[in-house]
C-alpha cells in the first residue's frame, strides 16, 4: 500500500458522505453528519501525503476493504466519481 495524496483523502472522504466538521489546531475532523461513526477521521493539514497507518486505521473505521479503496480511488483519479 502506499501513501495518497491529502488532496485525493479528502476527495474520497467527502465521496463516502462524510464532511469537514470542525479543525482543532492542524487537525481536520470528518465524520458523517449526525455524528454516526463510531470514531472520527482526523486529517493533519501539515501533511502532503496521507500516511499508511492513517489510511489503514480510517478503512478500519469506516468498514471499507482495501481493494474497494484502491478500485475507488483510481475512479476519482480519472474522474469518474465527484
Known sequence: MKTIPIKLWKKYLKSKGLRHI????SHEIWD??????LRP????KNYKDVPITHIHTSLKTLEI???????????????KIK
Do not use: A
Request: hydrophobic residues 35%.
Open 22 to 25: 470542525r479543525t482543532k489546531l
Open 32 to 37: 458523517i453528519p449526525g455524528g454516526s461513526l
Open 41 to 44: 477521521i482526523t486529517v493533519d
Open 65 to 79: 476493504s482495501k481493494k474497494d479503496f484502491w478500485n475507488e480511488i483510481e475512479k476519482l483519479k480519472i474522474g
